[in-house]
């Protein structure tokens, strides 16, 4: 996409084919729409905040409450080029944990356990990811990035 003055931007960019529902676990509410989440391991086609480390399984989109049916349930995008929103702690380290254009990302979470935040995977890193960030915004506080 390119904006009015010609630059090229990827947030927003959302492949509608690769928007899922997905149950999600306890505590997920609307005020997290936006936030990476990850796979929840402990039941069947369920996301969570992602954490600390966590591979990012895309962005939580829309969260519905089925009181009638008894379930919570979610929109996750699992492509395109998404907006994620940096753990404040990276941005308290110091530049080098902040996120920069050619890394790729894994869940961060606050030293206070806030989850659904994105960092920069570590070198050493062992986990697979599949976000890359094309673009730093506010400073450092949210990244661009698509998932490859």
Do not use: C, H
């Not at 690769?18 to 796979?39: H, L, M, P, R, S």
């Not at 409450?65 to 941005?91: H, I, Q």
């Not at 050493?124 to 915004?137: D, F, S, Y």
């Amino acid at each position: 996409m390119v904006n009015a003055i010609g630059k090229v931007y990827l947030g927003g960019l959302i492949d509608e084919d690769a928007q899922y529902t997905f149950n999600v676990a306890a505590g997920i509410t609307a005020a997290d729409v936006g936030k990476a989440v990850t796979i929840d391991s402990t039941a069947a086609n369920t996301v969570k905040l992602a954490s600390d480390g966590d591979q990012i399984l895309g962005r939580l989109e829309v969260v519905e409450v089925r009181s009638l049916e008894g379930v919570n349930v979610a929109t996750v995008s699992l492509k395109g080029g998404m907006v994620f929103t940096v753990t404040p702690d990276a941005l308290a380290i110091g530049p080098d944990e902040i996120p920069a254009v050619g890394d790729y990302l894994l869940g961060g979470n606050t030293a206070g356990a806030a989850k659904g935040y994105v960092q920069k995977a570590s070198t050493g890193n062992t986990v697979v990811t599949r976000w890359l960030v094309t673009e730093v915004l506010n400073s450092g506080a949210q990244v661009v990035a698509i998932s490859l």
